[in-house]
Structures are given as structure tokens and as C-alpha cells.
């Protein structure tokens, strides 16, 4: 699976922007598509998760009620859709999948990553 993550930006406080991972090869359908990002000097952090064939989600505190995680089957695309940005959710972004289906918020789980994208939020 090739993953390529794409709609960052620099945006400001308060507004919106989503995030598409275009999927090519095939993703099986207990296959646990996540994002994750990460902020200069810091570690890598969990964002959001969904399982491909019953769309089950799951968040991160940090984003929960501000972050939808969605997939589009047909068009093999993962998305984020971001509201309400702050200037801590600067970072660079990646999608990730996870063949095996561990449904699990740690990135090592992951088998394949998108080569990230950045959002920028200013004041």
C-alpha cells in the first residue's frame, strides 16, 4: 500500500482545513487506516484511527470534538477534516495504515506511511 497525504497549509487560528491520504494497492477490509502527526522537537502523536470496512473511529484527547476521521471506500482516500485549529495543532501530518487490524493508537502498529504534510497555524 502507498499512501500520499496532501491538503496542508498554513491557516488561521480558529478555521478549518482537511487532509486527504490518497490509497493505492489494496486495503483490506479489517485494514485500520490512522493519522498521526508530529510537532518539531516533540514525538510523534497519535491523531485519529478508523477501520476501513465499518468505519469505526477512534480519537486523541487532544483533538476529540474538533477532528473527523472519514474514508471514502470508493475513491480509496482517507481524510481529516480539521475545525476549529489552534497554534499547538502545527505539525507535520501523516496517514498511516495498518494491514492487521490491531486497532491501536501506537504508531508502531502501522506497517505503511504517507510521506506527511505540514500544517501551519498562525495567530
Known amino acids: 500500500v502507498q499512501l500520499q497525504a496532501s491538503g496542508g497549509g498554513l491557516v488561521q487560528a480558529g478555521n478549518s482545513l482537511r487532509l486527504s491520504c490518497a490509497a493505492s494497492?489494496?486495503?483490506?477490509?479489517?485494514?485500520?487506516m490512522g493519522w498521526f502527526r508530529q510537532a518539531p522537537g516533540k514525538e510523534r502523536e497519535f491523531i485519529a484511527m478508523?477501520?476501513?470496512?465499518?468505519?469505526?473511529?477512534y480519537y486523541g484527547e487532544s483533538v476529540k470534538g474538533r477532528f473527523t476521521i472519514s474514508r471514502d471506500k470508493a475513491k480509496n482516500t482517507l481524510y481529516l477534516q480539521m475545525n476549529n485549529l489552534k497554534l499547538e495543532d502545527t505539525a507535520v501530518y501523516y496517514c498511516?495504515?495498518?494491514?492487521?487490524?490491531?486497532?491501536?493508537?501506537?504508531?508502531?502498529?502501522?506497517?505503511?506511511w504517507g510521506q506527511g504534510t505540514l500544517v501551519t497555524v498562525s495567530s
Open positions: 498511516a495504515a495498518d494491514r492487521n487490524g490491531q486497532w491501536s493508537s501506537r504508531s508502531v502498529e502501522y506497517d505503511y
Open positions: 494497492g489494496r486495503i483490506f477490509s479489517s485494514t485500520v
Open positions: 478508523i477501520r476501513w470496512d465499518f468505519g469505526r473511529t
